[in-house]
T-cell receptor, first 116, second 112 residues
Framework: GAVVSQHPSWVICKSGTSVKIECRSL??????MFWYRQFPKQSLMLMAT?????????EQGVEKDKFLINHASLTLSTLTVTSAHPEDSSFYIC????????????FGPGTRLTVL | GQNIDQPTEMTATEGAIVQINCTYQ??????LFWYQQHAGEAPTFLSY????GLEEKGRFSSFLSRSKGYSYLLLKELQMKDSASYLC?????????????FGRGTSLIVHP
């Protein structure tokens, strides 16, 4: 089946630094990828939709200048958390939609971000 | 928006059957998904319902009633490895979006 990878799987950084998270589709092309954030014992919250070759679409309440998304190729989307603060500590998950009739999503393994 | 409600936590015994319920309120319903998520891992797809009725897939079955805004996930012959969070996600066709909205998840604890 289709595989989506993320790198890094976990990262610890100091407050004020920027962190880049990569999301790759390994055996298929993804013109669209989704970025989610999940706090402990909470639901997956969609942050933005990444579109290859065009600007990302952000959900209401998500700061586009803080969470920079780049989808430069059909297999790679990146999320950069700029000037990270402790409240940005969370589990970040990317996904890519399948091309099946159910339109389910293939999720990456997630990235655990801890900001000190 | 969408309101999705599922129990926070459930416990069951190995070998037993458990039913996890999900109720939702949405306009333009366009499919309901169940995902399994182990701690610290990404969700994995379990089932998809768009028409009323029961979908069976091995030990897991999912039921949908669109008129009642209700679904359940049925797990049979429970195994210890089934201890995980189970996420109900509803897709709405409103605004042309095909991205589902996730519930908070039900944490299932299977004990010997």
């Amino acid at each position: 089946g289709a595989v989506v990878s993320q790198h890094p799987s976990w990262v610890i950084c100091k407050s004020g630094t920027s962190v880049k998270i990569e999301c790759r589709s390994l055996d298929f092309q993804a013109t669209t990828m989704f970025w989610y954030r999940q706090f402990p014992k909470q639901s997956l919250m969609l942050m933005a939709t990444s579109n290859e070759g065009s600007k990302a679409t952000y959900e209401q309440g998500v700061e586009k200048d803080k969470f920079l998304i780049n989808h430069a190729s059909l297999t790679l989307s990146t999320l950069t958390v700029t000037s990270a603060h402790p409240e940005d500590s969370s589990f970040y998950i990317c996904s890519a939609p399948s091309d099946s009739s159910t339109d389910t999503q293939y999720f990456g393994p997630g990235t655990r971000l801890t900001v000190l | 928006g969408q309101n999705i409600d599922q129990p926070t936590e459930m416990t069951a015994t190995e070998g037993a059957i458990v039913q996890i319920n999900c109720t939702y309120q949405t306009s333009g319903f366009n499919g309901l998904f169940w995902y399994q998520q182990h701690a610290g891992e990404a969700p994995t797809f379990l089932s998809y319902n768009v028409l009323d009725g029961l979908e069976e897939k091995g030990r897991f079955s999912s039921f949908l009633s669109r008129s009642k805004g209700y679904s359940y996930l049925l797990l049979k012959e429970l195994q210890m490895k089934d201890s995980a969070s189970y996420l109900c996600a509803v897709r709405s066709g409103a605004g042309g979006s095909y991205i589902p909205t996730f519930g908070r998840g039900t944490s299932l604890i299977v004990h010997p």
